[in-house]
């Protein structure tokens, strides 16, 4: 409207290019809007029917342990759900191995669940089962030498004091995600406000200025 009201008086003053593009992406979200929707709607209704799928579960799993900045401490909070079930196990006179095939019902993800059992066929074939854990780079160093050390000494005192340790690093992880959290939002809210500023408030400064009129009359 207000680059109508400038070429109505013959100035040659023209509004920013990003406030003349962004008025044409909603002039085509207005005409268009339809397109967008269905394709949101329907990506949407693939995404849950895909995780409900073996493999589409499994890899939304995966991503829960890996995403950024949540994930390390989603799976620390599942790992040590799983090491306090088999502390508790192997307190009640268990052998590690029982310890760990009872403990999988403590294990909802699918991931913690296949290291889980990666773990137990590595007790079969004589192998370390905190092998999988180390490997998956999921654990931490500092958590899979003290499982070591403590198959070495005492499995028991070691996993209370892992579980110790780990209750620490959940609150670390915590800490660290409060902080960050209000950087993220005080950057998108900094975004949006430059974003407002260069395709709203401009153009209306330039108004507000009166400049485009005296362009009109040639001066």
Known sequence: ???????????????PAITLWFSDVLDLVAKYWVFPTVILVAAIIWILFYIRTPRGKFRFHNFKYRMPLFGNLIYAIDFSRFIQAVLMNIKNGQRIQDALET????????????????AINNILIGR????PFEKSGLSTP????????????????????????????????????MKVLPQI??????????????VV??????????TWMFSAYGM
């Open 1 to 15: 409207m207000i680059q109508s009201v400038f070429d109505k008086v013959g100035s040659t003053d023209e509004l």
């Open 201 to 210: 408030l401009v153009p209306m400064i330039q108004v507000y200025m009166g």
């Open 142 to 177: 500092m958590i899979t030498e003290m499982l070591k050390i403590g198959m070495q000494s005492d499995i028991q005192d070691m996993m209370e004091k892992l579980l110790e340790y780990m209750q620490i690093d959940i609150d670390n992880i915590i800490q660290k995600i």
């Open 185 to 198: 939002v005080y950057s998108i809210v900094g975004v949006m406000l430059i974003f407002l500023t260069v």
């Open 128 to 131: 370390s089962w905190i092998e």
């Open 103 to 118: 403990s999988k019902n403590a294990v909802h993800n699918l991931v913690m669940l296949s290291l889980v059992e990666s």
